[in-house]
């Protein structure tokens, strides 16, 4: 009588991973699972999952930090368990953070003397930074209408239509209306002169986009300065300006360090900046930085007092990891000015060859320009025959996720391919980028689909993504047998298919 | 000629790093460098001043995870590039986040059917998932006084004293007003009963913490939720429950299965639950479940077309990793409520063993409760020799230990504990090594010189007595004669200056330890005694200190220092407010002899202040020696009480009308400029 219970089965440690019973069993997906699994087990089956996901070196969507060095990757992994608020137990981490506050600040010529201490804080990416810059806004628009008894509870914010969804949902979560700038078909961007117009005493503050998302475009911040300036003086209103420098923010200061976007404009008050896109960093760090210590309303400033000095704390979260700051620092001081520029002007010239790859199929307009963010955005000269969706869901079978969208309000009708130009994108990937979207070109030409109406398209194209990822897996099952240009078709028609239903 | 410049750039391949030119250039600390270093040196330099700061694991303070597997760890590194938003492009990951939603909805045990999909949100930890419930609360009760055509702008939400600092936060942030509920001593949780009547029409709703940041302890949730549906029903008001079960969402369900805190309960609206506490995972992970889909207004959430797909969110966060995410994933597999359940048992197991070492010690009063969070929160029996929790605190230091010392929240401030998180990782071993290490903490304690000479005549030998006792007496005759010179003072306020209050226009000041200690109550000093707490109300302190307490040092052979300890608790406690600003504080005043030298030295290093922060159990302490320059004022002048207390009146006068801040400006600018000294608590 030994061993007759049915506990984890002895064969367990034995057994191969996929010759246990944990691979065949289903995998838990509503409820936690009452018994526990070896972690091998565990670690395998998240991890076969995972393969599933995109790769994120390909993922020419996003412009967040794919790749670091090892030796970063080190510190990450060493400093992942250090809890990032626990200022008093982890100095040093806090040290690094302040330092890297300091360093950003005086890239962005903050006015600050040689050992002055800069105001500003790193958060988990540009939407905490962003809401934490707008209620500083918000806290001191309403403390001055306090003051001059007027009311103060209809504040509003004056943006382009360009802007990131994390300004629509600081304006909707911390009640403010957001007053948007229409765009116009060719002009992509906020124009300064119409934003000035839309300000009245209850803007809380203009905010211009240094590297806009949908074409990389710089904004004319210096130009908006001056009007604003001009208009305070008229008016009497006070109105600052914030410059979300999300992506431009590591651009700008190496590439075109004459052009005047920060703090050497008298109206600009704060800064946000997000480490994890051209900061170089793994996703999960931002920053923002004030012009001085009184843009900074007092009474939003959480006091800790650790080791008998004082260290505010101006977040919305609390507890979170420190890898990405002392990362972030590692950047700073492995790379300096040199390094970052050199890395900049590599991205630029990747995103110069692959624009001239892009115009020499002579199918594509491209909309980016070619100073700001090094990205490359371009439109269909004829869509048709077929639409950017489509091409959009084709180069994924190569494994590159390019995005395809509309333009915002006012050139809603123009519909974009955008590929990002990041660090590890190298001029070799570029280069075979450029040869995909050839092929995708050419089979599109050879096979085209008609579109009959523009609603059609938007519907489609939440019907491709779905479709384009089971057209992924019968790719793999079957490429061994027939050739990719079959299962294009097939998956055209699967497509074409939904889209009559649709209509 | 070869190798003659080891330090050249082109040998770097060569040399090892620490003997490369970089490890002896100063790093840049607010300029980015010009050029680059090579990343074996960056790496470190970086690294080895991260040996700096203190070591996760022996970090008692805090209940954020510190270790996991390696099989875990490798594939936190692997999704480590892959950002959450991306949910198009990484379809996957967002369905893991889904499913952990689903498993976590289901422990809680949210009104769902088979293969229905909970209502919640991953976020960075629980300060988001407290905002976003707040939010949701905040614009339902909103939406509700729209439609019924009544005022909506004076929200508020009801908590017990001793919330954790993030519903502070919000209650800032989104202009909600925190009314909370005082703790009592022997009392540190909030009484359900007291909550209830604190709720009106404008209550968005009611937080209740499972498991308490003080001392573990569980709130009676299943209570607040009867007293409040009674109360619902005689007003017609819809008030809904949150449970903040940061700590405790991850012990309850398996050690505790039947107790009724969480969905089972009709009031209880939303949960939140941080992941990287007892969910095991690291730091930067927290979950928020809803009972359902109509608890969520709609217009919170975003439905954004991001790059091509379109997503639904309700997160104050964008972009962010994807690794703790998987990593909880991880844990709810591999481990099942199995292993969750073991890992809770040994926490306690290891909580009771360490309590059981501390209670054997005799000294110290146990505060925590067997049930709840394991965590064992302590406060010394007696405090020998004047040496309160702070210093047993600083001095486990030295072993390696963080144990966090901290008062209690509003109503029960004059009680400090110490606080031992036991996390998974805590072994037996660790525990019994940490009750050794106390011992010697206590026995070191004994020997030191007492801070108040009175207890030498307990320990002190016979030949010491007579002479102490003399000291004993002429310190007793010396608090005496200041107790009634302070009543005598709070008398002439209460005539003179009672209309000042609150005394002066306080917006703005840099440091929040002198802001508070402007703050402070003179008719709290006046029920000081030595050795005693006192909670502190509005008044001024400065010329409390000043005037007062150094006039007594130069006047006394034996009252030889004068300790004020600064409670600065968080912001937003008190009832009192001004300009927005609450506050609480406690002034702490005892005496000691700090060493047997000439009284005009030891008044010249002694009056001290010291300030203690507290947040999220991360205690801090420092404090600030007045400069000799203040004492040399004081010094020679016995000051007689009626004296001063002429003096006293003009300054006071003058000081409350907001003219003579000139003292103020010096403190404060003497600690901007970091004249601290973090050893006043060395004896």
């Given at each position: ?503 | ?79 480590i590039n892959k950002n959450y938003v991306d949910m198009d492009e990484y379809p996957v990951t967002t369905e893991l986040h889904n499913r952990c939603v689903n498993m976590i909805a289901r422990l809680f045990h949210t009104p769902l059917g088979e293969s229905e999909d909970a ?565």
């Open positions: 009588m030994v061993i007759t219970t049915t506990i984890p089965d002895s064969g367990e440690h034995l057994n191969s991973t996929f010759a246990s019973r944990y691979v065949r069993t289903p995998v838990p997906k509503y409820k936690m699972p009452a018994n526990p699994i070896p972690k091998e087990a565990a670690y395998q089956i998240i991890n076969d999952e995972l393969m599933l996901d995109g790769t994120p070196r390909l993922n020419l969507a996003s412009f967040v930090t794919t790749w670091m060095e090892p030796e970063c990757e080190k510190l990450m992994m060493a400093s992942i368990n250090k809890n990032y608020v626990d200022m008093d137990e982890y100095p040093v981490t806090t040290e690094l953070q302040n330092r890297c506050v300091n360093m950003i600040a005086r890239l962005f010529n903050a006015p600050v003397g040689e050992t002055d201490t800069a105001v500003g804080v790193g958060t988990v990416g540009s939407s905490e930074a962003i809401m934490l810059a707008g209620l500083a806004f918000k806290r001191k628009w309403q403390s001055k209408r306090k003051l001059e008894g007027k009311p103060y509870d209809k504040p509003n914010i004056v943006t382009g239509a360009n802007v990131q969804v994390c300004w629509e949902k600081f304006a909707r979560y911390f009640e403010v209306d957001l007053k948007e700038v229409k765009l116009s078909e060719g002009y992509y961007v906020m124009d300064p002169v119409k934003a000035v117009e839309m300000v009245d005493e209850n803007t809380i503050c203009v905010a211009a986009i240094l590297g806009s998302t949908l074409t990389g475009e710089f904004e004319n911040v210096k130009l908006l300065n001056e009007l604003l300036t001009e208009k305070n003086k008229e008016t009497g209103w006070d109105t600052p300006i914030h410059v979300d420098a999300a992506s431009g923010g590591f651009i700008a200061p190496f590439i075109y360090p004459n052009l005047e976007w920060d703090f050497r404009l008298p109206l600009v008050k704060s800064i946000n900046v997000s480490g994890h896109k051209y900061g170089l960093v793994y996703p999960g760090v931002g920053w923002v930085v004030w012009r001085t210590k009184e843009d900074l309303p007092e009474d939003l400033v959480f006091h800790i007092n650790y080791l008998g000095s004082d260290q505010p704390t101006f977040t919305l979260n609390f507890s979170k990891g420190s890898s990405q700051i002392i990362a972030q620092y590692y950047q700073f001081v492995r790379l300096g000015f040199e390094g970052y520029k050199n890395v900049m002007e590599n991205c630029l010239e990747s995103a110069r060859v692959l624009k001239e790859g892009i115009e020499k199929t002579g199918l594509f307009n491209i909309l980016s320009k070619d100073d700001g963010v090094p990205l490359v955005a371009f439109s269909l000269k004829d869509s048709s025959k077929y639409d950017v969706f489509e091409i959009s869901g084709s180069l994924r079978r190569f494994g590159w996720i390019v995005p395809a969208y509309t333009m915002p309000p006012n050139a809603e009708h123009i519909a974009v391919l955008r590929v990002v130009i990041r660090e590890d994108f190298s001029r070799a990937l570029a280069e075979r980028l450029i040869s995909d979207i050839e092929k995708v070109m050419k089979e599109m030409e050879t096979h085209p689909i008609r579109v009959s109406t523009k609603t059609a398209h938007v519907t489609a194209t939440i019907d491709e993504t779905q479709d384009g990822d089971d057209g992924g897996k019968k790719h793999i099952k079957k490429s061994a047998r027939e050739t990719p240009e079959e299962i294009a078709t097939y998956w055209r028609q699967l497509v074409a298919r939904k889209r009559t239903g649709v209509c | 000629m070869v190798l003659s410049r080891p330090a050249s750039e082109s040998d770097l391949s060569v040399l090892a790093t620490s003997a490369s030119r970089y490890v002896r250039d100063s790093l840049p600390r607010y300029k980015m460098p010009e050029s680059s270093i090579p990343k074996e040196a960056a790496y470190q330099i970086i690294h080895d001043e991260l040996l700096l700061d203190c070591k996760p694991k022996l970090n008692l303070a805090s209940f954020v995870t510190t270790l996991m597997e390696p099989e875990c760890d490798k594939l936190v590194m692997e999704s209502i919640g949100v991953g976020t960075v930890g629980s300060s988001e998932a407290i905002m976003l419930a707040g939010l949701a609360f905040k614009r339902k009760w909103q939406n509700k006084r729209k439609v019924e055509g009544k005022p909506f702008d004076k929200p508020n939400i009801v908590t017990g004293a001793n919330v954790q600092v993030c519903w502070e936060k919000f209650a800032r942030y989104f202009e909600v007003e925190l009314k909370e509920v005082n703790v009592r001593e022997g009392y540190y949780v909030m009484d359900p009963a007291k909550a209830v009547e604190m709720v009106d029409e404008n209550t968005i709703c009611v937080a209740a913490i499972l498991g308490s940041t003080y001392n573990g302890e569980f709130e009676d949730v299943k209570l607040l939720n009867d007293l409040l549906l009674e109360k619902n029903k005689q007003t017609g008001w819809d008030t809904p429950i949150h449970v903040d079960a940061a700590s405790g969402g991850f012990i309850a369900p398996f050690i505790y299965p039947e107790l009724e805190w969480d969905f089972r309960l009709p009031l209880v609206k939303s949960i939140n639950v941080s992941g990287h506490k007892y969910g095991l995972v690291y730091a930067g992970i927290g979950w928020n479940i809803w009972r359902s889909k109509d608890d969520l207004p709609e217009e919170l959430i975003f439905h954004i077309k991001y790059l091509g797909a379109e997503q639904s969110t309700f997160t104050l966060n964008f972009s962010k990793g994807s690794s703790q995410i998987i990593a909880q994933y991880y844990q709810l597999i591999r481990l099942g409520q199995e292993g969750y359940k073991n890992i809770m048992e040994n926490c306690h197991e290891n909580a009771m063993v360490l309590k059981e070492g501390l209670e054997k010690t005799g000294r110290f009063e146990i505060l925590s409760k067997d049930d709840g969070v394991p965590v064992v929160a302590f406060s010394l029996k007696n405090k020998k020799g004047g040496h309160d929790e702070f210093v047993v605190s600083e001095m486990l230091r030295r072993f390696g230990w963080i144990v966090p010392a901290y008062p209690m929240p509003a109503g029960a401030q004059h009680v400090i504990v110490l606080r031992v998180v036991i996390r998974a990782e805590f072994s037996r071993t660790l525990a019994e090594r940490l009750v050794h290490d106390i011992t010697t903490v206590l026995h070191e304690l004994d020997k030191l010189p007492p801070k108040v000479t009175s207890e030498v005549e307990e320990n002190g030998n016979n030949g010491l007595v007579s002479k102490r006792k003399s000291d004993l007496e002429t310190q007793r005759e010396v608090t005496t004669l200041w107790k009634n010179y302070v009543i005598a003072q709070k008398e002439i306020r209460r005539q003179k200056v009672q209309h000042v209050y609150p005394p002066m226009n306080i917006s703005v000041p840099p440091c929040p330890s002198i802001r508070l200690a402007n703050l402070l109550a003179n008719e709290e000093i006046a029920r000081a005694q030595i050795g005693h707490v006192v909670s502190g109300t509005l008044g001024i302190y400065f010329d409390f200190i000043q005037t007062q307490l150094q006039g007594y040092l130069a006047g006394s052979q034996s009252l030889k220092n004068i300790d004020i300890n600064v409670y600065y608790g968080r912001p937003l406690v008190n009832p009192e407010e001004i300009d927005g600003f609450h506050f609480k504080g406690q002034l702490y005043v005892s005496s000691e002899s700090l060493v047997e030298v000439d009284a005009e030295e030891v008044q010249q290093k002694t009056t001290s202040l010291q300030f203690t922060a507290l947040d999220d159990g991360c205690t801090t302490m420092g404090g600030y020696t007045l400069l000799p320059q203040d004492h040399a004022a004081n010094t020679g002048e016995t000051l007689q009480p009626q004296e001063i207390r002429e003096e006293d009146k003009d300054k006071d006068h003058a000081v409350n009308n907001g003219k003579n801040l000139n003292d103020m400006d010096e403190y404060e600018e003497r600690i901007e400029r970091g004249g601290f000294d973090r050893d006043v608590d060395d004896h």
